[in-house]
């Protein structure tokens, strides 16, 4: 698997997984019935740096890392992942994640913050192999589509010196 800075070109294939998995209410707060246009914009806009799992000629999973604050907090990255549900449980994701921290870790950033982890997603787990900790829930805001009303984490992971 390649991983590497995602192309306009990629939208394509990222579009169709994109659209599922937020279309499923699981797992984003984004509005499952995004139009294509608004989540390109979401996903690949200007203030973001957006990259692509490649396999083959596939591109079978993205990420995104962006500032998470600015000012005094500029040093805080925030980052985003998707993998398309017909690859999961490859390593993908856990390929992203440690190319997105290794980017983020070598342009500056000092920690990063993902600031909606809905509790009752499978890659919490991920997340807290990977390092990060929940330092704080806010309970009973997202209406998910199995478990009902479930909370949303703050994770944080340190990423120390380049």
């Known amino acids: 698997m390649l991983i590497r800075d995602a192309r306009e070109e990629d939208w394509p294939q990222i ?5 599922r998995i937020v279309a499923a209410g699981e797992t984003y707060t ?12 979401l996903w690949m806009g200007p203030s973001k740096r957006t990259f692509a799992a490649q396999e083959g000629e596939r591109v079978i999973g993205s990420a995104y890392l962006v500032p998470n604050y600015g000012g005094p907090a500029a040093g805080v990255a925030g980052a985003a ?17 440690e190319h997105v921290l290794a980017e983020a ?5 000092h920690a990063m913050v993902f600031n909606a982890v809905v509790e009752t997603n499978p890659a919490v787990r991920l997340w807290t192999s990977l390092g990060f900790a929940i330092v704080g829930t806010v309970p009973a805001v997202f ?20």
Not at 15 to 19: I, L, Q, V
Not at 81 to 97: E, I, K, S
């Open 15 to 19: 579009w169709p997984f994109w659209r």
């Open 30 to 41: 984004w509005d499952p019935a995004t139009p294509e246009p608004e989540a390109h914009a």
């Open 81 to 97: 992942f998707m993998v398309d549900p017909d690859h999961a449980g490859r390593g993908t994701g856990r390929a992203l994640a």
């Open 105 to 109: 870790r070598s342009v500056g950033y």
């Open 143 to 162: 209406d998910h589509p199995r478990h009902g009303r479930v909370g949303l984490h703050v994770m944080h992971r340190e990423l120390g010196t380049a």
